[in-house]
């Protein structure tokens, strides 16, 4: 496994690949890796040939200072995890190779950056679009790997390269799950051991939702997670929605469409935790 820092050394790697007509896939992440990223990084080795990771904690998306320094850094362990799994190059970028200059990308991002994510973690997404930009400028992926646990943010890198024409291929891959259901985060690991206890609740409740959807409307299913959420001692609900899993276009009857998505994000004291569960019609 190679381990580079300088965009030089990518682009020189990317280039031998291709001349020999291997496909190139690439996994984006800020590090501290559990098995949901080594989830996405089998997913890319099964389907191209040259896998490439990258590990760069994003200051752009970050609205919070605290959150920014608090994020865990782990990267000697994170190396030895990718090693284990088979990736062919992992990408440490420092944050004057990313932004050599005041670099930020001019994509529009609308509504998608007013709801949800986007109206609780204000300038979030725009971090997030302009460094993925970076990205995949640099390192030209035949197909670029993405959890669906950040729903939101799927789907507005999925809307950027369509919009954009970029020429390649994003695919989402399924959230990966601890065995009481918590969904798998690098912020679980900030969690006190009290907090990590309550923090399942959170996708019990999605759940318990999905089987209650024919008797509740959407206006009362919302009051219900509410409740149920803010009744634990632990947590805190901030938003839960219920939306077009295609658009994230919040839907107002059970009947409105086909696919419909359930989004949520909550408190465990400091540590903020989403999720989401698809409930179909």
Known sequence: MKVVSTINAVQQ????QKKVHRSVGFVPTMGALHAGHLNLLRRAKGQTDFVIVSIFVNPKQFNDKEDLSRYPRPLEKDLAKLEESGCD???TPSEK???????????????????????????????VVTVVNRLFDIVQPDKAFFGEKDYQQLTIIRKMVKDLHLPFIIVPCPIVREPDGLAMSSRNALLSAEQRIHAPL????LKEALHLKDTYTIDQMK??????INADPELKLEYFEIVDATDLKAVSSWQENKQIIACIAAWAGKIRLIDNLKFSS
């Open 13 to 16: 790697e990317v280039i031998k």
């Open 89 to 91: 190059m992992v990408f």
């Open 97 to 127: 190779e990313i932004y050599p200059r005041d670099f930020d990308l001019d994509y529009p991002l609308g509504y998608l950056d007013q709801i949800m994510e986007g109206k609780h973690r204000r300038g979030h997404f725009r971090g």
């Open 202 to 205: 959170i996708f019990k409740t």
């Open 223 to 228: 009051k219900w997670v509410m409740d149920t």
